[in-house]
């Protein structure tokens, strides 16, 4: 019964912002890192942002450094993804993870297009 439900994607023009969410359930949320990822058509998986489960810090792609923030709400089983000053190689489906140990939990994605 475990879900990951991406949603906030969309056609945005660079320079623009979008703010992605995750809602999780079937699981208890707040044991749980949450990530988000991207992959761009023909690329890899990537990882763009982490938060630890106490939300106390972050890490981030060097290539969103300063224009995406990464947050979660427990009490609402959500994880988001602010995203700023979009650039057209931010492009991608992104995808919602959840892990702690051997469990790995993964959305169905939400697309982002970023084009004049």
């Known amino acids: 019964q475990v879900q990951l439900v991406e949603s906030g994607g969309g056609l945005v023009q660079p320079g623009g912002s979008l703010r992605l969410s995750c809602t999780a359930s079937g699981f208890t949320f707040r044991l749980y890192v949450m990530s988000w990822y991207r992959q761009a058509p023909g690329k890899e998986r990537e990882l763009v942002a982490r938060?630890?489960?106490?939300?106390?810090?972050?890490n981030y792609a060097d290539a969103v450094k300063g224009r995406f923030t990464i947050s979660r709400d427990n009490a609402k089983n959500t994880v988001y993804l602010q995203m700023n000053s979009l650039k057209p190689e931010d492009t991608a489906v992104y995808y919602c993870?959840?892990?702690?140990?051997?469990?790995?939990?993964w959305g169905k994605g939400t697309p982002v297009t970023v084009s004049s």
């Open positions: 993870n959840a892990r702690m140990g051997v469990m790995d939990y």
């Open positions: 938060i630890p489960r106490a939300g106390l810090s972050t």
